[in-house]
């Protein structure tokens, strides 16, 4: 894959991947994303699940 950004973006990950905490921008990339993930996953959370509706005509009995 092959991403392409703006010259501020390729600064930033190339300053977070110069920090010594990630060992290339692949991995500034893949962080970014997972964070990403994470925030629209708080942001829009997936619905509940529905309670099974009972068959009609039936009470629960044997």
């Known amino acids: 894959m092959?991403?392409?950004t703006t010259?501020?973006?390729a600064t930033v990950v190339?300053?977070?991947a110069g920090t010594g905490?990630?060992?290339?921008?692949?991995?500034?990339?893949r962080a970014a994303l997972r964070l990403l993930?994470?925030?629209e996953r708080e942001r829009d959370p997936p619905p509940a699940p529905q309670a099974?509706?009972?068959r009609p005509g039936r009470t629960g009995g044997r």
């Open 7 to 9: 010259s501020k973006l």
């Open 37 to 39: 993930l994470e925030a």
């Open 2 to 4: 092959n991403v392409s």
């Open 21 to 29: 905490r990630y060992r290339s921008a692949s991995e500034v990339v």
């Open 14 to 16: 190339q300053g977070q």
């Open 52 to 54: 099974k509706a009972s």
